[in-house]
């Protein structure tokens, strides 16, 4: 990277992008950052010296509540693969090591080698601008099957020396070596070395390690010493300060060019020493959880634990997948694109156990304009032809469009609920017991909510939903129970009888005489998830946006 001159580099790029949907975008992009700028930069001046006093108090008060979380009794490793898709492909073709290339789609880079590298091409830049930088870059198609093998295998090594390690991406993980280091009475750095040769010696690729007090610093340090290399930086207080000081604030992740530019701009901030310097100015123009987030950043503070789950609970929000591509208004080709974002996604759902209600279709037009449009389904779904469906009736309704990104995501997952020693949940106490035994096959079409036998001799009936259903992508509302057919498959259901009241609720049939204890039954649902609520079992969400201090203060 020695050799690129930036100022070619940018030239060439905006030569390029001028007057394209993109350079309008990022135009409209800053122009609206750089109103956030303005209204900051005339908070701030608005803030009188006693204003400025007080908020000098509320932030060294942060400062001393965050210097108590300062943990130097772990070392955390993080781990970063070198040009992972490209040194993949480069395993079968070790010639492609001396010539510029790049792995890439038609509308993107995924990563570039270093040789190409020497010339500005960089990862998220579009291929016709890295060819002009670069007229004899070989660009390799992506294959993310290959890919996420490769990955698969870096993890067996990884696990070794974490089981709990965390897999950001396909070529990054942190691990928390501390109890191994303990274990073995081998310093962090003969650590770093050996897993760094292990994972050349198993995959052929190599790895670059970052070692240190906590996470974020760790993600710093992988950075340092690239390609192949490590850098540890000791746990102690006075070399971290010393480190964080003169550290740019764009290195820290969670800090991208928009937010540089805002602290550079609004408070005079380049460096992540300077955090602590304008404190005052931090807590006062940002949100309090931006605010202890850059003062933490600051501190050289991070996390230092494994995010541990409370039993019963996902420990995601949710799932997605979405690609680019060469923009298109072919409805067809939409459509097949569609399908197979919720078919990958699918597949990741199950790995993970994973069921939700929620379905989020994203779109990014030609223009570069982000559309998203979401729907929820009364039950927990992980049926690649639901799912499918309800994207794509999600797409129609945004037709005709020209797109060149779409994504789908599932989120709301179900999440099994614990309860306190001793207490009876209410599904086990209104026959719960009864419906976890009851397992739906495709011929298992009608359970009636009493214990009386069907007329057809078919045993036991009880409650019976969509679930049993042999397509398991039907919905029926507003419709009599005994009338009720599927509109994907045409299946219907048998007859029933008219004494039957249908559920809008939970999507189940009770009979009329049984209506009173079902309507009680949901009742009593709501009672305990307010008493949950009030107990502090269950989190009480946030509402609205958080007003900075400078807000408070000057009204």
């Avoid at 991208?256 to 530019?261: A, L, Q, R």
């Avoid at 409805?331 to 990958?344: A, E, N, P, T, Y």
């Avoid at 945004?398 to 709301?412: D, H, K, M, Q, Y």
């Avoid at 999440?415 to 035994?437: A, C, H, I, R, Y």
Wanted: hydrophobic share 35%; glycine share 6%; proline share 4%.
């Amino acid at each position: 990277m020695d050799q690129v001159d930036p100022d070619h580099v940018k030239k060439v790029v905006y030569e390029l992008s001028k007057g394209s949907p993109h350079f309008i975008n990022e135009q409209r992009k800053m122009a609206a950052n750089n109103e956030r700028i303005q209204k900051m930069v005339l908070a701030r001046d608005r803030l009188r010296e006693i204003e400025r006093s007080r908020l000098r108090k509320v932030a060294e008060g942060v400062l001393a509540e965050l210097e108590l979380t300062r943990d130097l009794s772990r070392t955390w490793m993080h781990v970063d693969m070198d040009c992972f898709f490209f040194a993949v492909e480069a395993l079968k073709d070790p010639s492609l090591h001396r010539r510029p290339v790049a792995v890439g789609g038609k509308s993107m880079i995924s990563t570039a080698n270093y040789e190409a590298r020497k010339y500005g091409v960089r990862s998220a830049m579009p291929p016709f601008i890295a060819m002009h930088l670069c007229p004899n870059l070989l660009l390799i198609k992506t294959k993310f099957e290959k890919y996420n093998a490769a990955s698969q295998e870096v993890r067996k090594v990884l696990t070794k020396y974490d089981p709990e390690l965390e897999m950001m991406s396909l070529d990054e993980a942190y691990l928390d070596v501390t109890p191994l280091l303990a274990e073995r009475s081998i310093s962090a750095w003969q650590l770093a070395q050996e897993l760094r040769d292990e994972v050349h010696a198993t995959t052929g690729l190599t790895c670059s390690v970052g070692i240190a007090a906590n996470r974020r610093l760790a993600k710093v340090c992988s950075d340092i010493n690239k390609p192949n290399g490590q850098y540890c930086l000791p746990n102690h207080n006075q070399a971290i300060r010393k480190f964080v000081e003169t550290l740019p604030v764009r290195k820290i992740s969670g800090i991208g060019k928009v937010m540089e530019k805002v602290l550079k701009d609004a408070v005079g901030v380049t460096l992540c020493g300077d955090l602590i310097e304008k404190k005052e100015l931090i807590v006062g123009l940002f949100s309090p959880s931006s605010a202890e987030f850059l003062l933490a950043v600051g501190l050289g503070i991070g996390a230092t634990e494994h995010e541990e789950l409370e039993e019963g609970k996902v420990g995601r929000r949710g799932m997605s997948c979405e690609r680019t591509f060469k923009e298109t208004a072919d409805k067809q080709l939409l459509v097949d694109k569609c399908k197979q974002m919720v078919h990958h996604l699918v597949q990741d759902l199950e790995k993970e156990g994973l069921r939700g209600k929620t379905i989020t279709l994203k779109m990014k037009t030609a223009g570069f304009e982000i559309k998203s449009r979401s729907t929820t389904l009364p039950h927990f779904t992980c049926s690649e032809m639901e799912i499918a469906d309800e994207a794509l009736r999600l797409l129609h309704q945004e037709l005709p469009v020209r797109l060149r990104l779409l994504g789908v995501r599932v989120s709301n997952f179900e999440e099994k609920v614990v309860l306190p020693k001793g207490q009876t949940s209410l599904d086990n106490l209104f026959g719960g017991s009864e419906k976890e035994s009851l397992h739906p096959t495709p011929n298992a079409k009608l359970h009636v909510s009493d214990s009386r036998v069907h007329e057809n001799g078919a045993g036991p009936v009880r409650a019976w939903s969509k679930i049993g259903w042999s397509c398991k992508t039907c919905t029926f509302f507003n419709c009599t129970a005994g009338t009720r057919s599927c509109s994907v498959c045409g299946e219907r259901r048998s007859s029933f009888d008219s004494d039957s009241y249908w559920c809008t609720i939970c999507d189940m049939v009770v009979l009329k005489e049984d209506i009173s204890e079902h309507e009680d039954y949901h009742l009593a649902l709501q009672v305990e998830k307010r008493e949950r609520l009030l107990s502090g079992l269950e989190p009480v969400p946030k509402r609205g946006r958080q007003a900075t201090l400078a807000e408070i203060f000057t009204k």
